[in-house]
């Protein structure tokens, strides 16, 4: 099993310790490697750390123009709709930071389907980072929530998705509406250098002793798949997510 860092937090203090530790993450990497290139996932958690970082005084700790931000999935929904992950970034990080357009990586969500969109993210992140394979792809930061069906990204129990080695993205069907999604493929995660689980509720707590306790299997339990990571894991866990945990 993949060793793992773990985090647990007061609910009260998860997203500023968050927050604070992407902001030191994308800082280091920064000054390793002079771009950051970062994953973002969505969803309501997230969404509050991503507010954090745009306001003061987070915002004037990160030069946005050295960071490169991709997404982890998306809805197949146009880009202003209520449910697009697009949508939620723009609305709680993108407005309120100094960017360059070109730096802004997300799925393009406007073709006839998602499939064309998937080879098309697919293309533009091959190009975009000069790899020639998903084998030579290793994103610096990705950010992940899972489900309380174990799913992570787009990657759901039992997807065909799971079974993809060649692929950065692929179409993906959700079992809940809008089921056309888009999503990094497996490889293209777990590939990264530095993968962090922002993990919030009393509603995830079973699925998250089921993962951490290795229950089920991978096509069970798509968040499982953190074992076969290549860079770190941490997972950042509220107090309330991580009440059925054995010490």
Not at 1 to 24: G, R, S
Not at 55 to 66: A, F, G, H, L, T
Not at 154 to 161: A, D, G, Q, Y
């Amino acid at each position: 099993m993949k060793k793992y860092n773990l985090e647990v937090i007061t609910p009260i203090k998860f997203a500023p310790v968050v927050a604070d530790e992407i902001v030191a993450a994308i800082n280091d990497v920064i000054e390793e490697k002079g771009i950051c290139n970062l994953v973002l996932a969505g969803g309501k958690t997230p969404a509050g750390i991503y507010r954090l970082l745009s306001k003061p005084p987070r915002i004037s700790q990160v030069d946005w123009s050295k960071v490169r931000l991709f997404w982890s999935d998306d809805r197949y929904v146009p880009k202003d709709d209520v449910a697009s992950n697009y949508k939620l970034v723009r609305e709680t990080l993108l407005d309120d930071i100094i960017i360059p357009a070109e730096n802004v990586i997300a799925f393009d969500t406007s073709f006839a389907t998602s499939q064309e969109s998937a080879n098309e993210y697919h293309n533009r992140i091959k190009n975009i980072l000069k790899i020639t394979s998903v084998q030579d792809l290793s994103f610096d930061i990705t950010l992940l929530g899972i489900g309380g069906d174990g799913h992570t990204a787009s990657i759901f129990p039992n997807s065909m998705v799971l079974k993809e080695n060649v692929k950065i993205a692929c179409a993906s069907i959700s079992p809940v509406a809008p089921i056309d999604r888009v999503t990094l493929s497996p490889k293209a995660i777990f590939n990264s250098r530095n993968i962090y689980f922002i993990v919030k509720g009393e509603n995830k707590a079973k699925i998250l002793d089921s993962i951490l306790k290795g229950d089920g299997s991978f096509d069970e339990i798509p968040a499982r798949l953190y074992e076969s990571a290549t860079g770190k894991v941490t997972w950042f866990i509220d107090s309330e997510a991580a009440k059925l945990i054995q010490k």
